[in-house]
C-alpha cells in the first residue's frame, strides 16, 4: 500500500502565494504519475496539475502561467507552487499517485483564497 500526506494549505489573500507538498510513504511504484486534483463542495473533483516520474507535466487551463509542478523522486514527494492565487482557486486539494492499476489519494488539504 501507499501512503500519501499533504501539508502546506492555508489561508492567502487574492494574489499571493503558496507551495503544497505531499510525500508518498510504503511501496514503492516506478514508473508512475502523481500530481493534484481540487474540488469544491457541490463540484466534480478537478485535475490541476500532473507529473510523471521523468518529469513531464500537465496542467488545467485555469492553472497554466501560475502553477508550477514539481517532483523529487529520490525523496518520493510532489509539489505544487500556486502563484498568482484567486478566490476561484479556493478548494481542497488532493494529492494522488498513479500506477497501472490502482489510484492512491491523500486526505486533502484546505486552500482558501480570499478576495
Known amino acids: 500500500q501507499v501512503q500519501l500526506v499533504e501539508s502546506g494549505g492555508g489561508l492567502v489573500q487574492a494574489g499571493g502565494s503558496l507551495r503544497l507538498s505531499c510525500a508518498a510513504s510504503?511501496?514503492?511504484?516506478?514508473?508512475?504519475?502523481m500530481g493534484w486534483y481540487r474540488q469544491t463542495p457541490g463540484k466534480q473533483r478537478e485535475l490541476v496539475a500532473t507529473?510523471?516520474?521523468?518529469?513531464?507535466?500537465d496542467y488545467a487551463d485555469s492553472v497554466k502561467g501560475r502553477f508550477t509542478i514539481s517532483r523529487d523522486n529520490a525523496k518520493d514527494t510532489v509539489y505544487l507552487q500556486m502563484n498568482s492565487l484567486n478566490p476561484e482557486d479556493t478548494a481542497v486539494y488532493y494529492c494522488?499517485?498513479?500506477?497501472?492499476?490502482?489510484?492512491?489519494w491523500g486526505q486533502g488539504t484546505q486552500v482558501t483564497v480570499s478576495s
Open positions: 494522488y499517485l498513479r500506477v497501472i492499476s490502482s489510484t492512491y
Open positions: 510504503g511501496r514503492r511504484f516506478s514508473p508512475n504519475n
Open positions: 507529473i510523471t516520474t521523468d518529469h513531464r507535466t
